[in-house]
């Protein structure tokens, strides 16, 4: 009987957002799961790093943008990428660097980008992407667009001083920015307080007299709405905001880092029974929004989806490596130069033509 | 003596010189608890405590900055950049700072920055590279780039002793496939002496770093195929480097091959053609070949990682080239 007040219906919350929301918070942990599966394998190489756990943060965020609004993320960002909309397929085929990958396999797993649907990459080096977002967001305010850009990054990257750089600039020229920190609690291994003398990280914004705020960020709903709200903000009265979403990642800072010599199994399980995908299933079953067939219904429709990509990304094409000197230069007229560095190229040949100059 | 890994070697490198010399600490992004991001300096942090091995926040403009300044005052910090990649991060604290304290005032900046670097397993175009040419360019700077295990522990000795900031490049690839007898106790390696890798008399490949074991393949398969006797000199370091070895090698072989995984212009090998071209020329039976990756970002995609690092068939293509020459 007092259940009805412990569960009010949720009016900010519709059945297709629900749907929407819980789909793509389980497509990404789908694919990541078995993306683990392809790295161990041997079929992804190089580095691979998971945002297990880190599910609503992205998608409550990444789903508050509106068109035009633009989009940075970290090197953990397979899940950033699926959740502008990215083929799953062209995902995967840059993890295995397939040429149809969504870098045509040059960047790879930290350096997805899908530049069409205004995600401007994945950047592998800590904090450095900030800075380009805070240029992204000039050009927004400079050619008097009614967009923001948001740029999320881990709390690692606070303590960079591209970080200091960029959110005096964007306080400084009032730029349409917001600044999400995913805070996982660990830059690799080092916990947010070994690195940080003001671990409350969102209260950096105030030496920039800039809004700051933290929130829970294994609550899709409460990062959705922090979002959509600063975004707002920045896109009608151009000033910026600090958002801190506090999150946790299951896995270790890569594939190859069990996790487990920095941290207990105590913490990280206290943070497994906050899992934001189950937490959201919870709310929206309580509330009536979803039932449970269609949860199951859910996870068995991401599951086959992720199927698929793997199965044709590992049927695609490498690149073919005559192609190694293409995009380097942004025209053409340094291929011929390339040409020469290759072995076999000329090498100490006196054609008949050539002359000395004396 | 005893057989270690390049890995093993480095780490013995810092643990003994820690042992001997109170003044030596580390800093850098994740080495304590973590062990290092390739591990090598795990168990340290136990051994050494907290003070002397420093969880660094990801500041690589403040880690190489605080070296210096602590390197003024006596001390002699050794800082890891995570990847080499990322040292562009500290470029100014390096080259404007670093390099010209000495040249500004006198006082020395015995600091070392370690800087795994070098690709092979699909790291992509931020975690690959092997930028020394750039820091070749800028005088204050010392730079060595071990092949050996022996040569890891030598340089990393002689690195932490010498007055002057030295980058240490140890190449990610030779971490745990690169196994050799490393000689016991106090062993440095001095700069600027080139090693002999192998003797040989038809041509001489100059090179360094994880590229020797590039040559030495080749070498074999030449040897093996027509006879083609190979001279391999290991420049151990390139700022210093051995120009008297390399000219010595050539006036023995008269046709060179100069071989690194840095990209093409303006890399190292340009300057070691030029000296021979100005030193040597009348020396010399052919001109002198360069091998080296394009000047292309290191792609992700394994085929064409594989097409950007000189392979021992592109090496073995030029020693044919070049005998026929």
């Known amino acids: ?358 | 003596m005893a057989i270690k890994t390049y890995l093993q070697a480095i780490s013995d490198g810092l643990r003994e010189e820690m042992r001997r010399d109170q003044r030596v600490f580390l800093i850098g992004e994740d080495i304590g608890v973590y062990g290092g991001a390739f591990k090598v300096t795990q168990g340290f942090q136990q051994e050494f405590g907290e003070d002397r091995v420093i969880d660094s926040p990801l500041s690589e403009t403040a880690i190489t900055g605080a070296c210096t300044g602590a390197a003024l005052m006596g001390m002699r910090p050794v800082c890891e950049m995570q990847f080499s990649d990322f040292v562009s991060c500290a470029f100014d604290q390096l080259v404007t700072v670093a390099a010209k304290q000495h040249y500004r005032v006198g006082t020395p900046v015995p600091i070392v920055v370690r800087l795994p670097s070098g690709g092979g397993f699909s790291g992509g175009p931020f975690h690959s590279q092997n930028p020394e040419g750039f820091f070749a360019h800028c005088p204050g700077l010392k730079i060595a780039c071990p092949a050996t295990p022996a040569d890891a522990k030598g340089l990393i000795l002689s690195a932490i002793r010498d007055p002057n900031p030295v980058l240490y490049f140890e190449h990610k690839h030779l971490y745990r496939r690169i196994k050799g007898e490393v000689p016991d106790g106090d062993t440095a390696v001095e700069f600027g002496k080139a090693r002999v890798h192998q003797e040989g008399s038809d041509l001489s490949i100059i090179t360094y770093g994880a590229m020797v074991y590039t040559a030495e393949e080749a070498a074999k398969a030449a040897a093996e195929q027509d006879g083609t006797s190979v001279e391999i000199i290991d420049l151990r370091t390139i700022t210093p480097w051995d120009r008297e070895a390399v000219l010595a090698s050539v006036a023995k072989t008269s046709k060179v091959i100069v071989l690194h995984e840095d990209t093409h212009t303006s890399g190292f090998g340009a300057e070691i053609a030029a000296t021979i071209a100005e030193e040597a020329f009348e020396t010399l039976d052919a001109p002198v070949m360069r091998i080296t990756a394009p000047d292309t970002p290191v792609p992700f995609s394994p085929p064409l990682e594989k097409a950007y690092l000189p392979q021992p068939g592109d090496v073995l293509a030029g020693i044919e080239r070049l005998a026929a020459y």
């Not at chain 1, 989009?71 to 799953?88: C, I, K, M, N, Q």
């Not at chain 1, 958002?243 to 594939?255: A, D, K, M, P, Q």
């Open chain 1, 1 to 358: 009987m007092a259940k009805a007040a412990e569960t009010p219906p949720d009016t900010l919350l519709d059945k297709d957002t629900a749907l929407r929301l819980f789909r793509m918070m389980a497509l990404i942990r789908r694919f990541e799961e078995r993306t683990e599966e392809q790295y161990t394998r041997a079929r992804i190489g190089g580095y691979c790093h998971l945002a297990i756990g880190e599910e609503a943060s992205t998608v409550g965020a990444i789903d508050a943008l509106e068109p035009g609004d633009c989009l940075y993320a970290s090197y953990r960002d397979h899940g950033t990428a699926l959740a502008v909309g990215s083929e799953p397929v062209a995902v995967m085929a840059e993890l295995f660097g397939k040429e149809t990958g969504v870098a045509h396999g040059r960047g790879g797993s930290m350096h997805l980008m899908d530049v069409q649907r205004r995600f401007f990459g994945g950047w592998g080096i800590v904090g450095a992407h900030l800075p380009i977002a805070t240029g992204t967001a000039l050009a927004l305010s400079y050619r008097d667009l009614p967009n923001a850009v948001l740029c999320q990054f881990g709390d690692g990257a606070v303590e960079t001083g591209s970080f200091h750089e960029a959110l005096n600039l964007a306080g400084v020229w009032d730029l349409p920015i917001v600044f999400q920190i995913i805070n996982n609690q660990y830059g690799m291994g080092t916990s947010v307080e070994q690195s940080s003398a003001e671990p409350d990280l969102w209260r950096r914004a105030a030496a920039y007299r800039m809004h700051g705020e933290r929130i829970d960020g294994n609550d899709v709903l409460a990062v959705r709405e922090a979002t959509a709200r600063l975004m707002g903000i920045a896109r009608r009265e151009r000033r910026p905001a600090l958002l801190e979403t506090i999150t946790y990642r299951f896995r270790g800072h890569s594939v190859a880092d069990a996790g487990k010599v920095y941290r207990s199994a105590e913490e990280i399980e206290s943070w497994r029974k906050r899992d934001p995908i189950t937490r959201f299933g919870l709310h929206c079953s309580e509330r009536g929004l979803l039932e449970q067939d269609e949860i199951d219904q859910v996870w068995s429709d991401v599951a086959a989806e992720v199927k698929s990509a793997i199965d044709e990304a590992l049927g695609a094409a490498f690149p073919d490596p005559d192609t190694l000197y293409e995009h380097v230069y942004g025209d053409s007229a340094w291929r011929e130069q390339f040409s020469r560095m290759r072995a076999g190229a000329p090498f100490g040949e006196r054609g008949e033509e050539r002359t000395w100059q004396t």
